[in-house]
């Protein structure tokens, strides 16, 4: 089973470092990601979820190579291709996987303008490698499904505290 973790910061920037390391745990094994979302709120108060996968070009993709499949059988590729291009980038638009976007935004409302927040869906983790990578951000732990001694631990990691 998958556990949320969401970690606030005081600026727009460390959420996006903090994902990028993560994604290089993700490389060496030592963390799998089901989602991870960057959701900042800017100085005007709008907020904006930054997606790790634009869902919108992946269903364009797919589309067009189905769209230009069934073209060939009815002699016009290209025509099938745009259409199936389309239809696949409509799909992306309004697919949600992983974590729910009108969660994200409903928690990121309550922000402060000018900051950030991590939003990570784990399936699976080496904890004490991952928080040991961690160490050197600071962040507030915003909301967890973890449980109360790991939540503890990452709390201590991210917020400096003692940990028990």
Do not use: C
């Amino acid at each position: 089973m998958s556990e949320l973790v969401v970690i606030g910061f005081e600026d727009e920037n460390m959420a996006f470092e903090m994902r990028a390391d993560l994604a290089k745990l993700q490389k060496e094994y030592l963390i799998e990601m089901e989602d991870v979302v960057v959701v900042t709120k800017d100085d005007g108060g709008k907020v904006k979820l930054h997606q790790a996968t634009n869902l919108t070009a992946a269903g364009a993709v797919g589309g067009s190579f189905w769209g230009m499949l069934i073209g060939m059988i009815f002699l016009n590729p290209l025509i099938g291709a745009a259409a199936g291009a389309g239809a696949g980038a409509l799909s992306g638009k309004f697919t949600d996987i992983g974590i729910n976007d009108k969660f994200m935004k409903e928690l990121s409302a309550t922000f402060m303008p000018g900051t950030s927040a991590l939003f990570v869906l784990v399936k699976k983790s080496t904890p004490d490698k991952v928080l040991d990578a961690l160490k050197n951000y600071k962040g507030k732990v915003l909301k967890t499904s973890l449980t109360v001694d790991k939540e503890d631990a990452l709390r201590a990691v991210l917020e400096g505290e003692d940990g028990g």
